[in-house]
């Protein structure tokens, strides 16, 4: 039941028992004591990365084609296509689970920080050390939000006290023992490190967007109550979050780069776009990599369904997808099959951003019948979105004063706005929720067709075994 089970790395000590218990520095270790040194570890490559950016493969939005030479779901990792053919064991025991693994390291990190800072050595002031420690809050509320979503079933006001959840790592120990606490603790702890954090995070973040801000925060916390469907709460954060920091950028001023730089040279961008990545990107709350920096640019399609959602006015569908690549000679999976590759080249962000921001505010307001209000904040994004002449402002009138129908077109905005940013599987499962939103994802490969149903078990990835197995006591997923 120990953490080293649940995290099988030796990463951290218990930095504030050190002294009680050793008395001494373990040799080769570097203990931090001042300010500075638990700062630093926010500063750490461990941290700019999230998440495994393999979740988006249970959704709607990714077709494999499987026609040769281009046959992308051949040259997919074994989990990669268990995942696709909605198998909710996708990882062995013998093999790593990075999203659990290398969510719990950085989860560490942000305890031995959050845990100690106060009491570190230095002449901060006592508000300094509170904003370190209220980022690392937010940096653990994000882990902690990440992975509930990808292991429990939705929360749900009914049954969240009782679906199993994950075990919430609260302190700096290796050494500690943990349960499944249920989907309602995680998110009341998340909410917590929130809202404990938010009053002391700095307006802007230091030196690069790797680090937390008070936009960030609230941008956050309006994700979590967007997702518990508390859309006053969700409306009332995003807005404020907007107040702070709520300028778009207009993806006219960017263009196609062709063949790049490509791959990854060091200070040039990679190729495809001339889209700042992520650390520059004007948009950008809160910073981070997947651990393949280009997540699952190269290696998808956007399915049929994702596809006409699109139309070639829509700068993200001229600046993120191709008809092959690489570009020169490409394999043509336009013309194949009518639909793009994904691309989007560079080091883009995948944590928060501001165009979420804007669509958890527009799908709040809907919800709470504000029809003009929700189209205020989707026309704005597009703006800055479609080509000027493609552009054209929507009223309710466009859509019959019926809020369902509007609602409708938020989320069809939702879904062109952040695909493939491992978000579509949190949607449909908190769609899936509601009758008139349920969608059977169907997924085709090597000539078998496979369902994921509404609500479906499925849609819960198995606790990691490396971790299960020391642990028989805790429940697993069906």
């Known amino acids: 039941m120990k953490l080293t089970f649940i995290l099988p790395v030796c990463l951290l000590v218990l930095f504030a028992g050190c002294d009680k218990f050793l008395d001494i520095k373990p040799r080769n270790k570097i203990i931090p004591q001042t300010v500075e040194e638990f700062e630093n570890m926010l500063n750490n490559a461990v941290i700019v990365n999230s998440g495994d950016y393999f979740q988006d493969l249970i959704t709607d939005d990714v077709f494999f084609p499987e026609a040769m030479p281009g046959n992308l779901y051949q040259n997919q990792q074994v989990h990669a296509r268990r995942i696709f053919t909605f198998n909710n064991q996708p990882y062995d025991e013998g093999t790593n689970d990075y999203l659990w693994s290398e969510g719990y390291k950085r989860i560490f990190y942000f305890n031995t920080v959050a845990n100690n800072i106060m009491s570190a050595t230095g002449s901060q002031s006592e ?81 690069t967007s790797f680090r937390a801000s008070k936009p960030a925060g609230l941008a956050l916390l309006s994700r979590v109550y967007l997702y518990m469907g508390n859309w006053e709460l969700a409306k009332k954060n995003a807005e404020d979050a ?124 809907a919800r709470l019948n504000d029809m003009d209000g929700a189209l205020d904040l989707i026309n704005e994004l597009r703006k800055h979105r479609l080509t000027p002449a493609a552009y054209v402002e929507k009223t309710a009138a466009d859509f019959d004063n019926d ?76």
């Open 127 to 207: 508000q300094y050390k509170k904003a370190v420690r209220a980022e690392a809050l937010l940096g653990r509320a994000y882990e902690h939000l990440v992975m509930v979503n990808v292991y429990a079933k939705h929360y749900d006001p009914a049954t969240a006290a009782t679906d199993p959840g994950i075990p919430l790592a609260l302190v700096g120990d290796i050494g500690a023992k943990y349960s499944r606490n249920t989907v309602a603790e995680v998110y009341e702890q998340i909410i917590d490190d929130l809202t404990t954090a938010i009053p002391d995070l700095p307006a802007s973040p230091k030196k």
């Open 242 to 365: 907007l107040a702070l920091k709520g300028e778009l950028f207009d993806m006219n001023n960017y263009s196609v780069v062709v063949p790049g730089p490509f791959p990854y040279v060091p200070g040039a961008p990679v190729g495809w776009t001339n889209i700042p990545p992520t650390q520059q990107h004007p948009e950008t709350l809160y910073a981070r990599h997947f651990l393949r920096p280009f997540g699952l640019a190269q290696l998808v399609c956007a399915s049929s369904d994702l596809s006409a959602l699109f139309t070639n006015e829509d700068q993200r569908w001229v600046l993120y997808y191709a008809n092959g690549w690489p570009p020169a000679p490409p394999f043509n999976y336009w013309n194949m099959y009518q639909v793009k590759i994904f691309l989007r080249g560079e080091f883009y962000n995948n944590a928060i951003g501001i165009g979420e921001v804007y669509l958890n505010a527009a799908e709040a307001k």
């Open 403 to 478: 809020p369902e129908k509007v609602l409708r077109f938020v989320l069809e905005e939702r879904r062109r706005e952040l695909a493939f940013m491992n978000m579509r599987h949190i949607d449909l499962k908190r769609l899936n929720k509601e009758a008139r939103f349920q969608k059977t994802v169907v997924h085709n490969a090597e000539g078998i067709e496979y369902r994921l149903e509404p609500n479906s078990d499925k849609y819960q990835r198995q606790i990691w075994p490396a971790a299960s197995a020391f642990n028989p006591e805790w429940e697993l997923n069906p």
